[in-house]
């Protein structure tokens, strides 16, 4: 598999080594693209009020130093996860279990290195107590949170070390530490026990460069590698069957800068919805390969509402323009901003295009960032002049997870590229939402949250974002899971 540097290894730390973190660990939960939930190193997860839960595991699974996996190798992860010192990445992931506070306080240093809302019972039992309703726990706890994976205790004794190679619970282990810059070899660990992996090892070779990965694969150098959105078109020609496109959690939005009162009429919100052409755009710049939105939320998201959005997001453009016109029409200049480096140039440009043709405006420009830095302190600081970059992965497969990141102030972390307007009565459902224990019971105020949205439109749905990759002819099977290859059942041939 074609690669960057990964970086830290330590699943609490990781924030680009996904993909290894993934062969060497197993998730407590798994959600699959269509929404099923299932457990995966848990043997259950339950709730009577979605605030204390408890978490068993099932018996027998060993890290791959033979250690046994037990409840205190969660709690003891957890907590060091979550310790403010230790500054690791992926403390975030539990910043909803009681207790987080006191390991980040505002300010000094922490009184004390555990949570209080982290208890063991046995070995293969401990509860978690949050510090509000969150019905989504469980989803919480799938594949792409790392944080929430278990860490050994003989990697206390040297995490310098741990962090080069980790010791995991998964279908690969390590052999030796990483260097940088090198690739990572992982073989199959025989006593996993989980489903059994195909491949006896998994080589993942470092690139500096996609399209040298892209001509490796090409050539059969090297068996799978990520496809960037300028390749697309190039990838289904070359490669055929071999091309994939996988449903991901993740959607593309088109920001309005709310800040400025020309935006303040919806029917101006929605005239530039519907004057861009999405099924165009999609054939012309991804070969068809991504579906326009139609909610706010993608679709591998349990519960995710089809056409919500309505008309407001199908192209129209005659009745974009009256719209527009019924507004008040247009006055000044529209300059649509994005950050640059990331191949957005060419759909960014058909933005602007179609915005200029189809409404009238002809001052309407585009303005490309000399980075993503840049282009995020313009949007914190407000100072962008017309529609805007956004989009949001989803790091589990919740709505909850995408609608907080847009419309609940400072539920996004760091999504600095998210909704300018966070409606008081899209928060108030959000919360209820949360606390349900049943899942069925979410999902409609979930639901009822995007109604208001696509009355609103505060921000317009644009994509639904699917992860593409290319195989050479020895990959017979490339099964996905929201998105990211099930790198244990990828079947090669020798």
């Known amino acids: 598999m074609a690669e960057s540097e990964p970086g830290d290894l330590n699943p609490g730390k990781q924030i680009t080594a996904y993909d290894q973190v993934m062969a060497l660990y197993t998730s407590l939960t798994d959600v699959a693209t269509d929404g099923t939930v299932t457990m995966a190193a848990a043997d259950s997860v339950t709730s009577d009020d979605a605030t204390t839960w408890t978490i068993k595991l099932k018996d027998g699974w060993t890290f791959h130093n033979g250690e046994p996996v037990t409840s205190s190798s969660y709690v003891d992860a957890w907590n060091a996860t979550a310790y403010g010192p230790n500054a690791w990445a992926n403390s975030g992931q539990l910043a909803e279990i009681a207790g987080y506070d006191d390991l980040n306080p505002e300010s000094g240093k922490p009184t004390t290195d555990t949570m209080s809302g982290l208890a063991v019972v046995d070995d293969l039992t401990f509860t978690v107590t949050l ?12 594949q792409a949170q790392t944080g929430l994976f278990p860490i050994p205790e003989s990697a206390f004794d040297d995490l310098d070390a741990y962090n080069l190679q980790p010791v995991g619970q998964g279908p690969y282990m390590m052999t030796e530490p990483h260097q940088e810059n090198e690739d990572i070899t992982v073989v199959a660990y025989d006593d996993y026990a989980g489903t059994a992996p195909l491949t006896e090892s998994i080589v993942f070779k470092n690139y500096a460069d996609t399209s040298t990965a892209y001509n490796d694969v090409l050539a ?6 990520g496809v960037a959105p300028a390749k697309i078109a190039t990838a289904m020609k070359e490669f055929g069957d071999h091309f994939y496109a996988n449903p991901a959690p993740g959607i593309a939005f088109l920001g309005l800068p709310l800040w400025d009162e020309r935006y303040d009429d919806v ?18 710049i991804y070969g068809g390969q ?12 349990p519960g995710t509402p089809e056409g919500v959005c309505g008309e407001w997001c199908t192209y129209d453009p005659t009745k974009a323009k009256q719209l527009l016109e019924e507004a008040g ?21 058909a933005y602007a295009n179609q915005l200029r043709q189809n409404l ?10 000399a980075d993503f830095a840049e282009f995020a302190e313009l949007r914190a600081d407000a100072k962008l002049e017309g529609p805007y970059f ?3 992965g989803a790091l589990y497969p919740s709505q909850q997870n995408t609608l907080r990141a ?5 539920g996004g972390g760091g999504c600095t590229n998210c909704s300018a307007s966070q409606p008081d009565e899209v928060v108030d459902l959000l919360e209820q939402a949360d606390g349900q224990v049943d899942q069925d019971a979410a999902i409609a105020l979930y639901g009822q949250a995007q109604e208001i949205l696509a009355e609103q439109l505060p921000i317009i749905p644009m994509f639904y974002e699917k992860y593409m990759f290319v195989t050479s002819d020895k990959v017979s099977d490339f099964p996905s899971s929201q998105g990211s290859p099930v790198w244990s059942q990828v079947a090669v041939s020798s």
């Open 406 to 410: 847009f419309f609940v102030p400072g």
């Open 267 to 284: 029917r101006v919100r929605q005239a530039i919805s519907m004057a861009i052409d999405r099924d165009t755009i999609n054939d012309v």
């Open 329 to 349: 029409g247009w006055s000044g200049e529209m300059v649509v901003t994005y950050p640059g480096g990331f191949g957005l140039d060419e759909l960014y440009k």
């Open 290 to 301: 991504l579906e326009p939105a139609t909610a706010f939320t993608p679709p591998t998201e």
């Open 360 to 369: 009238g405006i002809d001052e309407v420009t585009t303005k490309s960032t």
């Open 131 to 142: 510090s509000a309703p969150d019905g989504q726990f469980p989803l919480q706890l799938s």
């Open 220 to 225: 059969g150098n090297v068996d799978v590698a």
């Open 390 to 392: 956004s989009r949001w």
